[in-house]
């Protein structure tokens, strides 16, 4: 089966072509000759890969006489960092890498936000391509053109905007993800529902036995409705000053959750379990606020539960003190990107399909949502 979908994502005015389906990484060579006449490929990959697909993409340009290096490192958000940025800027200066070759990322959202912040920042912006291998990168980390790398205990802190000159997402790749990668990343395909689709929320929680089961006619709909939905919150507000910040939705006590749950600078929770139990947390916080219906609250549960996403985050699972990851939950959460003169931003769902940024939540009501959602 070839190309099925080609989306053009025109973001900020350079528009550039994502193409889903199975197999549109064969297409690869050509995308890239409509883009640069320079024949010099890096390969930036996760080790899973290196190998595998990696190599097999770096054949395809061999056999048209590109030069190519292949740099793999480990996967993980642990490695989501400076000195593994060092490293691919080593290779690029060794290996005269110029502003119109091409680096190609083929990974997760780790790969992919750390070779996006490379290619941004090497001569200020080289050619990127993105190959997103997970779920979660196909449908939210590789469009939108956020790249970054962690820093110490800040989640995402040193980053650009930069978008790539082409997407291919091949759901081929989905076939080998594990379930708990899989599942993650339909934390962020149920929040495009929430924020921004009623019928897409009802199709997800009528289908969920299907895109379970990773069925193929499920996945390809699923995935390009959300990243219809990402790009008409992107369009125009790249840099996130309006409509884009309800992509933000879940994140702000996710990210505080995901980060104070990290073991010697390494995850214990996927980005999309974070959100998910984010998620959790801003239902809890938009029924004391806002009085949102508690049935609300229960069928995101339901949907969750019944595809395996977490709702709640148990501190003794996690090797932690409840009283101690409580505290570190809501130390962290004032750290957050989304701050305002001091206050949270924080984006709660006033029903479903329906998102608002709301920028004077109380404190205490923050507290007693991390007091919700943390167990012993
Ligand atoms: N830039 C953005 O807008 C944005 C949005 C959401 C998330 N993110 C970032 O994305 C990161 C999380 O990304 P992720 O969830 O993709 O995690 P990841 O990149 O760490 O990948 C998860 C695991 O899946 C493995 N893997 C990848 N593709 C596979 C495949 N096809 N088959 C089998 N195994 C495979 C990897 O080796 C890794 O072990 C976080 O750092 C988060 O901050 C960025």
């Known amino acids: 089966m070839g190309l099925e979908r080609k989306i053009i994502a025109d973001l900020d005015g350079t528009p550039y072509p994502i193409y889903l389906g199975r197999d549109v990484v064969d297409g690869i060579v050509g995308y890239v000759q409509e883009a640069t006449k320079n024949n010099k490929i890096l390969i930036v990959t996760d080790n899973y890969f290196k190998d595998t697909l990696a190599r097999n993409i770096a054949d395809l340009f061999e056999e048209q006489n590109y030069s190519v290096v292949i740099h793999a490192l480990g996967a993980g958000k642990g490695n989501k960092t400076i000195n593994e940025v060092l490293k691919i800027y080593s290779v690029l200066e060794e290996e005269e890498f110029a502003r119109d070759s091409t680096l190609i990322a083929i990974g997760g959202g780790v790969i992919g936000d750390m070779s996006g912040f490379v290619a941004s920042t090497w001569l200020r912006g080289m050619n990127l391509v993105h190959i997103p291998t997970t779920l979660m990168a196909m449908i939210d980390s590789s469009i939108g053109g956020k790249t970054a790398i962690n820093f110490r205990h800040t989640i995402n802190g040193i980053g650009s905007y930069y978008h790539p000159i082409a997407n291919l997402i091949d759901l081929n790749l989905i076939d080998s993800l594990s379930s708990r990668d899989y599942t993650s ?192």
Do not use: W
């Open 185 to 376: 990343g339909l934390a962020e395909v149920i929040k495009c529902g929430i924020i921004n689709d009623l019928d897409f929320y009802h199709y997800l929680s009528e289908n969920y036995q299907s895109i379970k089961n990773k069925s193929q006619e499920h996945i390809i709909e699923f995935v390009k409705r959300t990243i219809e939905i990402k790009i008409q919150h992107v369009q125009g507000d790249v840099r996130e000053g309006s409509k884009r910040l309800l992509l933000n939705y879940g994140h702000t006590l996710g990210h505080s959750i995901e980060v104070s749950t990290m073991k010697d600078g390494h995850e214990q929770l996927r980005h999309g379990e974070g959100v998910s139990i984010g998620i959790m947390a801003v239902a809890y916080i938009a029924g004391e606020y806002l009085g949102l219906d508690s049935t609300v609250y229960g069928s995101y549960k339901l949907l969750f539960e019944k595809l395996g996403l977490p709702v709640d985050v148990s501190a003794s699972a996690m090797g932690m003190q409840r009283e101690t990851l409580l505290n570190a939950c809501i130390k962290n959460v004032n750290k957050d990107k989304k701050r305002l003169n001091n206050k949270l931003r924080l984006i709660l769902a006033t029903e479903i399909g329906k998102a608002s940024v709301f920028d004077d939540v109380p404190f205490n009501i923050i507290e007693n949502a991390f007091n919700h959602i943390i167990k012993v």
